[in-house]
């Protein structure tokens, strides 16, 4: 598979157990934020998404968390299944106009037997 | 899955040669997007499309050219490949823009320029 996550954070998590991922972002401007999962040789899969007007988004098993006022995002797995490991990344779109998205690089999820 | 077909998944080109990757999308989407990932670096964006002929550049977009003649086709040329354009290049769409929606990726291109 792809090398991209070579020097990646890890976090290893007991299968059944919750997942927290973190993720900070950079601009305070940002008003649409998504978290990506990538699993080896596959292209990033789109998860959940959350808009700068709210603070919490759930989703199937999944609960995004957006705190402005530290700039922080976290994507919480309840229930961690095996077919959960692989990276996970957020992006934050700076502003309302422009097509950038700036891309975080990544999070390892390891799910444990 | 969204509806994108990136060719070829495997490339191996030597140094200095044009090389092309192709991005297919089924879904009708306005924007189209190649997006480069090395290792220890986030997605980085090369050149996007607003619309048939309509590009415009990236972060990256140095030694890299595209272009968009039909909406569901979105080619990248390396006109003169370089060692340090070795990378996996992936396809996005999106039928955002200003109304906000999510990028879906392709699964991807590993080129490898020796």
């Known amino acids: 598979g792809e090398s991209v996550g070579l020097h990646l954070p890890t976090l290893s998590v007991q299968e059944g157990d919750n997942s927290i991922i973190n993720c900070a972002y950079s601009?305070?401007?940002?008003?649409?934020f998504i978290w990506y999962k990538q699993e080896s040789g596959k292209g990033p899969q789109f998860i959940i998404d959350?808009?700068?007007?709210?603070d919490k988004r759930q989703g199937q098993r999944v609960t995004v968390l957006l705190n402005k006022t530290v700039k922080h995002l976290s994507l919480q797995i309840a229930a961690t299944q095996p077919g959960d490991s692989a990276v996970y990344f957020c992006a934050e779109k700076p502003d309302n106009y422009g097509q950038n998205f700036v891309f975080g690089p990544g999070t390892r999820l390891s799910v444990l037997p | 899955d969204a509806g994108i077909t990136q060719s070829p998944r495997h490339k191996v080109t030597e140094t200095g040669t044009p090389v092309t990757l192709r991005c297919h999308q089924t879904e009708n989407h306005r924007y189209m997007y190649w997006y480069r990932q090395d290792p220890g670096h986030g997605l980085r964006l090369i050149h996007y499309?607003?619309?048939?002929?309509?590009?415009d550049k990236g972060e990256v977009s140095d030694g890299y050219s595209v272009s968009r003649s039909k909406t569901e086709d979105f080619l990248l040329t390396l006109e003169s490949a370089t060692s340090s354009q070795t990378s996996v290049y992936f396809c996005a769409i999106s039928d955002g823009g200003r109304n906000n929606s999510p990028l879906h990726f392709g699964n991807g291109t590993r080129l490898t320029v020796t």
């Open positions: 959350i808009r700068s007007n709210m």
């Open positions: 499309s607003y619309g048939v002929k309509d590009t």
């Open positions: 601009n305070s401007a940002s008003d649409y």
